[in-house]
């Protein structure tokens, strides 16, 4: 059975940094593209970051550009998600998401983590 776990969020002042984690189980982990997504209280679903498979491509929203890294490191069946500068507009539930192709709509994902809950405020 495929499971997706997140972990990493807190509270962090604005201009401060955070790093999620995501990790897999439960399939062939380099066959899949992860992304992570987002959802703000009172707010639809939101496209953060992906990254594919193999080929390491990285796309990032405009909202986070510049200040969020997605990583993957398949040995250990992880996906990070490096966020600094954080401003409180990044505080949302963080979700990451599995799929074999890596694209900015959460209908194309299957499969979905619980999510961590990220607050940036002083």
């Known amino acids: 059975q495929l499971h997706l776990v997140e972990s990493g969020g807190g509270l962090v002042q604005p201009g401060g940094s955070l790093r999620l984690s995501c990790v897999a189980s439960?399939?062939?982990?380099?066959?899949?593209?992860i992304a992570w997504f987002r959802q703000a209280p009172g707010k639809g679903r939101e496209w953060v970051s992906y990254?594919?498979?193999?080929?390491?491509?990285?796309e990032y929203s405009d909202a986070v550009k510049g200040r969020f890294t997605i990583s993957r490191d398949n040995a250990k069946n992880t996906v990070y998600l490096q966020m600094n500068s954080m401003k409180p507009e990044d505080t949302a539930v963080y979700f990451c998401?599995?799929?074999?192709?890596?694209?900015?709509?959460?209908?194309?994902?299957?499969?979905w983590g619980q999510g961590t809950q990220v607050t940036v405020s002083s």
């Open positions: 998401a599995a799929d074999l192709i890596g694209t900015y709509n959460e209908d194309e994902y299957e499969y």
């Open positions: 439960g399939f062939t982990f380099d066959d899949y593209a």
């Open positions: 990254i594919s498979n193999v080929r390491g491509i990285l």
